[in-house]
C-alpha cells in the first residue's frame, strides 16, 4: 500500500516540503509554516489543485 501525501509550498518563504493528509488540519483552518511561522488557511500552502483535492478527501 502507498501512501499518500500532499505537496505544499509556503507563499512567504517558499519552503518546499510533503506530509500525510491525516498530519495535517483540515484545508480551511490556519496553518503555521514550520519555517518561517507564515499563517494562512492551509489550503493556500498546497502547491498544486490535484494536492487541494487530495487534502479536502483524505483530511
Known sequence: ????YVRLLCPECKKEWESSPKDLPPHKRTFHCPN??????????????HDLE?????G
Do not use: P, Q, V, Y
Request: glycine share 0%; hydrophobic share 30%; aromatic share 4%.
Open 1 to 4: 500500500m502507498t501512501e499518500t
Open 36 to 49: 518561517c511561522r507564515a499563517s494562512r488557511r492551509l489550503a493556500e500552502f498546497t502547491r498544486t489543485e
Open 54 to 58: 487530495t487534502l479536502k478527501t483524505l
